[in-house]
C-alpha cells in the first residue's frame, strides 16, 4: 500500500503560499492550504491542481479555535500530516514612527501567533507519525519588504 505524503499551507492563497501549493502538487504531496478571505484565489488554485487530492481549508489563523477547527476538517479529510508550511502572514506598510498599538497587534498576531497556534496544533500529530514517518517537516516562512 502506498503512502500518500500530505502538506498543509497556511496562506497558500497568496504569491509565495500558492507558489508553494503548486511545488508541492507537483512533487506527488497531497495538498491541504488555508486562506483568510481571499477565496476565490483559493478556489482558482485548487482548480489548477488535478493531480493530487487538495483540501481548502478556511481560517482566521489568529483564533485559537477557528485553528483547532481547522485542525480537526484536515484530519477528518487526511489521516496525517507530513509537513506543515507556515506562510500566512500579512505587512504594515508605511513608517515605522506612524504603527499603531492596533496595527502592530494585527500584524505580530497574523504572522507570529498564528504561526505559533498551528504549530500548537499539528505538531503532536506529526510527533506520533514520526515513528512511521522519516519525512515530517515543519517550515517558517516570511517575507522582507
Known amino acids: 500500500m502506498e503512502t500518500i505524503i ?13 507558489a508553494i501549493v503548486k511545488r508541492f502538487a507537483e512533487a506527488g504531496y497531497a495538498v491541504a492550504f488555508t486562506y483568510h478571505t481571499a477565496k476565490d484565489a483559493a478556489e482558482s ?9 487538495v483540501l481548502i481549508l478556511q481560517a482566521n489563523l489568529t483564533r485559537e479555535e477557528e485553528v483547532l477547527s481547522l485542525a480537526e476538517r484536515f484530519y477528518a479529510n487526511f489521516s496525517h500530516i507530513d509537513v506543515l ?23 505580530t498576531d ?36
Open 6 to 18: 500530505t502538506a498543509l499551507i497556511t496562506g497558500g492563497s497568496g504569491g509565495i503560499g500558492s
Open 45 to 53: 488554485l485548487a482548480r489548477s491542481i488535478d493531480n493530487v487530492p
Open 85 to 107: 508550511v507556515n506562510c500566512a502572514g500579512v505587512a504594515s506598510e508605511g513608517l515605522f514612527q506612524d504603527v499603531t498599538d492596533a496595527e502592530y497587534a494585527r500584524v
Open 110 to 145: 497574523a504572522n507570529l501567533k498564528s504561526t505559533f497556534l498551528v504549530t500548537r496544533a499539528f505538531l503532536p500529530g506529526m510527533i506520533a507519525e514520526q515513528k512511521m514517518h522519516v519525512y515530517s517537516k515543519i517550515l517558517y516562512l516570511c517575507k522582507m519588504y
